[in-house]
């Protein structure tokens, strides 16, 4: 069975701070790993993927399959940056069946 | 061009009654998945329709079902309601159900009293 697991429900930091947002996953084969992001009273959106390498409003993930991890970092956080996030895993089908960890809470205080 | 949309928004029913929620996909999108959301459970995965045909199921009793029309709208249903139901009920569409093309909607928060 395939498993995403945040253990922070809750990360606060203060502005300039490094971030980090754990995620670890638990699948057979060889799944692809997103981050999603979502806003205050915004939608659920894709914040960056393992495949495409990108590095998104300065954040970066690295898939690590030996600890079968997907850190979300980010060297300087800002306000802006306060949003609830969304590791999620998906097969290698690549079809819409994302699983999600249940979420980390970032607080960025100024 | 115009995102996801979901209706209603917010719906109140009681135990044991039943609930249709809707989706409009973006234009162009041919696959719909649905998400619960709840704060003990966080985002489960329900299940996904691609060209008018169920592609993927999660993990959910039968009450759980859902359609999609030929314009690639989607509509899910809820029978015999229950407390456990309460839940942000999310759609997602994307253009061939690539996971990473998902564009989701707002959101119907269905509460089951």
């Known amino acids: 069975a395939q498993r995403v697991t945040q253990p922070e429900k809750l990360l606060s930091v203060f502005k300039g701070a490094p971030v980090e947002l754990k995620c670890n996953y638990s699948?057979?084969?060889?799944?692809?790993l997103f981050w999603y992001v979502q806003y205050s009273r915004q939608r659920l959106q894709l914040l960056l993927r393992?495949?495409s390498r990108e590095s998104i409003k300065g954040f970066t993930a690295d898939l690590n399959k030996g600890e079968t991890s997907f850190h979300l970092k980010k060297p300087f956080a800002q306000e802006e940056d306060s949003a609830m996030y969304y590791c999620?895993?998906?097969?290698?089908?690549?079809?819409?069946?994302?699983?999600f960890g249940k979420g980390t809470m970032l607080l960025v205080s100024p | 061009k115009a995102g996801v949309t979901q209706t209603p928004r917010y719906l109140i029913k009681t135990r044991g009654q039943q609930v249709t929620l809707s989706c409009s996909p973006i234009?162009?999108?041919?696959?719909v998945s649905w998400y619960q959301q709840t704060p003990g459970q966080g985002l489960q995965f329900l299940f996904e329709?691609?060209?008018?045909?169920?592609?993927n199921k999660g993990n959910f009793p039968g009450r759980f079902s859902g359609r999609q029309f030929s314009n690639s709208r989607s509509e899910m249903n809820v029978s015999t309601l229950e407390l456990g139901d309460s839940a942000l009920y999310l759609c997602?569409?994307?253009?061939?159900?690539?996971?990473?093309?998902?564009?989701f909607g707002p959101g119907t928060r269905l509460t089951v009293t």
């Open positions: 997602a569409s994307s253009l061939d159900g690539e996971a990473y093309e998902q564009y």
């Open positions: 699948y057979s084969g060889s799944p692809e």
């Open positions: 393992h495949i």
């Open positions: 999620a895993l998906s097969g290698s089908s690549g079809y819409s069946t994302l699983t």
């Open positions: 234009s162009g999108h041919r696959s």
């Open positions: 329709y691609f060209s008018e045909t169920q592609r």
